[in-house]
């Protein structure tokens, strides 16, 4: 599972822009934010910072039941990039020991 997760952020972090705008639902990143919390009560949990200047944000529910995958663009666009139900906060091995 946790290669899985590793394999989409990757991916996700090598689309260009225009491509993720093209192929997702984008919108102003404190009105999806709002909505987000409204509907599902989802907040931000973890972010990355992606080569081409996005930011990939993971946001979920307090006791996991939705999440949401968002990609914010350098333009300021915010686009979901992934969502559904379950979410299951998997801990880092110690340094070392491998996955």
Partial sequence: ???YITA?????FTLSASHVMAQSACFE???????LNDKFQEAPVSAGLAANGSVLEILTSP???TWTITLTVPNGATCVMAS???WTTISRPPVGKGS
């Fill in 1 to 3: 599972m946790t290669r």
């Fill in 8 to 12: 989409l952020i990757s991916i996700l």
């Fill in 29 to 35: 990143r404190d009105t999806l934010l709002k909505h």
């Fill in 63 to 65: 006791d996991g039941t």
């Fill in 84 to 86: 559904g139900e379950s």
